[in-house]
Nanobody, 117 residues
Framework: QVQIVESGGGLVQPGGSLRLSCTVSESDFRFTHATWYRRSPGMQRELVASTSIDGPTKYSESVKGRFTISTDNDKTTLYLQMNSLKPEDTAVYSC???????????WGQGTQVTVSS
């Protein structure tokens, strides 16, 4: 059973930073594709950033230049470094880790990020 554990959310002031982590727990699963999403109250889920072993890293326009997606070398942990945070970044952030062959996809439980003074 593959479990994905997210951590790193919290309350931060505007202009501050947070780093989210998303870790494969108790499994030998290694992902090749990874994505961070977020959902604000009353809004649709938004793709924040994505990465893969054979493709470019992509960011939404709203976070480009402020957020950085990365992985560890073992492909068991996904990170999202968030700098220069704004109140509009407030959302529940969720990760999705997966492979294309075989097709596998796993979600983290979500972590709340609140940007407020």
């Amino acid at each position: 059973q593959v479990q994905i554990v997210e951590s790193g959310g919290g309350l931060v002031q505007p202009g501050g930073s947070l780093r989210l982590s998303c870790t494969v727990s108790e499994s030998d699963f290694r992902f090749t594709h990874a994505t961070w999403y977020r959902r604000s109250p009353g809004m649709q889920r938004e793709l924040v950033a994505s990465t893969s072993i054979d493709g470019p890293t992509k960011y939404s326009e709203s976070v480009k230049g402020r957020f950085t997606i990365s992985t560890d070398n073992d492909k068991t942990t996904l990170y999202l470094q968030m700098n220069s945070l704004k109140p509009e970044d407030t959302a529940v952030y969720s990760c999705n880790l997966g492979t294309l062959w075989p097709l596998r996809s796993y979600w983290g439980q979500g972590t709340q990020v609140t940007v407020s003074s």
